[in-house]
C-alpha cells in the first residue's frame, strides 16, 4: 500500500494561513490523484480538492477562494495552501492516494491515507 504523510496543521485564529503538506513517501500502485478530504468532529470524511498526476486542480465550490492545491514534484509532495481560515474550517484534514479513473470525489475511490492532520481554527 502507498504511504502518505501530512505535516502542517495546527491551531490558527479566523482570518489566518495555513499549508498543509502530503508527502508520497512509497508508491505501490499508479497514483492518478491526490485528494485532500477532512473530517470534523461527529461528521463524514468531506472531500475539499485534488490535484492530478498531471497537475490539473480542483477544489469544492465551499472553498474556492480561500484554498489552493499545488506540488512540488521534486519533493513527493502536495500542499493544500489555506487562506482566511474559518471555524467552520476545523477538521483533521486527511490526503488520500488514488488510481485509475474512478471519483475523486469520493473517499471510497482511494487506495491509501495519510494518518490524518489537525487544523483548529479559533474565533
Known amino acids: 500500500q502507498a504511504q502518505l504523510a501530512e505535516s502542517g496543521g495546527g491551531r490558527v485564529q479566523a482570518g489566518g494561513p495555513l499549508r498543509l503538506s502530503c508527502m508520497i513517501l512509497?508508491?505501490?500502485?499508479?497514483?492518478?490523484?491526490i485528494g485532500w478530504f477532512r473530517q470534523a468532529s461527529g461528521k463524514e470524511r468531506e472531500f475539499v480538492g485534488r490535484?492530478?498526476?498531471?497537475?490539473?486542480?480542483y477544489v469544492v465550490e465551499s472553498v474556492k477562494g480561500r484554498f489552493t492545491i499545488s506540488r512540488d514534484n521534486a519533493k513527493n509532495t502536495m500542499y493544500l495552501q489555506m487562506n482566511d481560515l474559518q471555524p467552520e474550517d476545523t477538521a483533521v484534514y486527511y490526503c488520500?492516494?488514488?488510481?485509475?479513473?474512478?471519483?475523486?470525489?469520493?473517499?471510497?475511490?482511494?487506495?491509501?491515507w495519510g494518518h490524518g492532520t489537525q487544523v483548529t481554527v479559533s474565533s
Open positions: 488520500g492516494a488514488k488510481g485509475g479513473i474512478s471519483s475523486s470525489g469520493n473517499p471510497e475511490s482511494y487506495e491509501a
Open positions: 512509497r508508491r505501490t500502485f499508479d497514483i492518478s490523484a
Open positions: 490535484i492530478t498526476t498531471s497537475g490539473h486542480t
